[in-house]
Each structure stands twice: as C-alpha cells, then as structure tokens.
C-alpha cells in the first residue's frame, strides 16, 4: 500500500517570517495527516528552509525547490546537497516545469541531481509534464516516457524505491484548467508502466503525484484515482485554511 502525499509547492512566494507562521499554524494539521496515514509537506525558497524545519513538526515534510548535482564549488547563485543536509531538508523537488522552462532544467541533469541525492540517502520528487501544445499535439506520453527514461537513467531497482515522481500537465498549472481524473489516471497509469522498465517491482513503489490547479474542491476525485498516490500543490497550498481544506477533503 502506498502512503498518501501531500505535497505544497510554494514556489516563490512567502517571505521567511510567513513560512514560520504557516509551519506552526500546521502542526496540528501534521498530527491529524500522521493519524491518517498520509504524509505532508510543504517545499518553501530556500531562504525559508531552516525557519521551515525549525518550527514545523518533526513528521511535516519539508522539501527544498532544486539543488545543484555537485558538493561545492564555482557555481554562483547555487545550493548544494551538503547544505541542505546540514538543515535536515532531506527532499528535493526536481525538474519542475516552470525550471525546465525558465532555467534550462533537462531531464539529463535531473538525473545527474536523483544520481547525487540517492548517494545522500534524500529523496527526489522528480517532476514531469507536457506543454499545451504537445497536448494539443496529442504527444503526451511520448513526452512523460522520454522524460522519465533520461530521468530515472542508471537508477537501480533498490534505488528508486523511496522515489516520488509528479505529473503536471504545464496547461494545467495555475489555469484554473485542470486535467480530467481520466487523463490524469491514464497518463499516471503509463508513468507507472513506464517506470516498471526501468527499476522493474519497484514502480509499484513509486508515489505518483497529480499536480496542476488542485483545490480542496478537486482534490479528493484526484486521489480516488488508483494510480494517483498524492497531490504536488501550488496555489492552493499557500494558505492554511485552503491547505487544510485539501488535507480534510482527502482523509
Ligand atoms: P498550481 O496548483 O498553482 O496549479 O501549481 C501546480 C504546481 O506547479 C505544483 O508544483
């Protein structure tokens, strides 16, 4: 059985006073998810990282947005995965749309970031989706299995069991438009496929996030999807009365 995964993106937004607001304001919320067996998290700029994991609870995910594939060195504007180990982040989300698209993310150098975060143990949610024209284009799993074969290259069996991976359709995100339960079941469905191979049983181990314009009002028909294992939230993730909606409509 998988767990249940909540996930709040928080892209760039909060400023590091309001991340230590919000990471108190969701202790309780974090209690009742562990009740229920679901896990929750929340990913904040790395300035707010360590305010996030100093007042969150222990058992409140926090993830960091990206991180650079080497220890140290001349990379200017970068982090490194020794720096969030030292704050306890132990989660990156990787090859998210919006840095594939604004920053030149490649699915090769996300698999050079899942290769250096198994060796420390951390645990990527590696992100993929199509744009809205290779949608209309009808390219959709071509370019999902594209991007989780050069993602998930070279990765073992064993390793990738603690693996996340999200499905974000790019027209989806922030639209308001959201892809139908069946597209986001079908496209999850051959994700799954997809990983089965490259790291074989171990797929089956794999959580598969849904994410693009999830509300507390859609949330629950998302994850009645039997391939849907969690949710990757941004919007609707930033306010706490919304993301205890999200929480409460999945328990
Ligand atoms: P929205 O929920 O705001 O559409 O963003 C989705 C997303 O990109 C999460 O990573």
């Given at each position: 059985m998988r767990r249940k995964l909540l996930l709040g993106?928080?892209?760039?937004?909060?400023?590091n006073s309001e991340a230590k607001e919000f990471a108190i304001a969701a202790k309780p919320l974090v209690a009742k998810a562990r009740a229920n067996k679901i896990d929750l998290g929340v990913a904040p700029t790395y300035l707010s990282l360590a305010t996030a994991r100093k007042y969150s609870s222990k058992a409140m995910i926090v993830a960091a947005q990206n991180v650079h594939?080497?220890?140290?060195?001349?990379?200017?504007g970068e982090v490194s995965i020794p720096m969030l180990k030292e704050l306890k982040i132990n989660w990156v989300i990787l090859g998210h749309s919006e840095r594939r698209a604004y920053?030149?993310?490649?699915s090769e150098k996300c698999n050079k970031k899942m290769k250096a975060l198994i060796a420390n143990d951390m645990i990527p949610v590696y992100c993929v989706g199509e744009t809205l024209a290779q949608y209309e284009a009808g390219e959709t799993k071509d370019v999902v299995k594209e991007q989780i074969l050069k993602g998930f290259e070279g990765i073992t069996e064993e390793q990738a069991k603690k693996f996340v991976v999200a499905y974000e359709p790019v027209w989806s995100i922030g639209t308001g438009k959201n892809a139908s339960t069946e597209i986001a079941q079908d496209v999850c469905k051959f994700i799954r496929k997809t990983l089965k191979s490259v790291v074989g049983k171990s797929a089956n181990k794999i959580r598969i996030l849904y994410g693009g314009s999830v509300k507390p009002e859609n949330i629950k028909a998302y994850l009645s999807?039997?391939?849907?294992?969690g949710a990757l939230v941004?919007?609707?993730?930033?306010k706490i009365d919304s993301y205890e909606g999200l929480l409460n409509n999945i328990l």
């Open positions: 993106n928080w892209k760039m937004n909060k400023l594939f080497e220890d140290h060195g001349a990379f200017t920053d030149n993310e490649t999807c039997p391939d849907v294992d941004g919007g609707a993730s930033l």
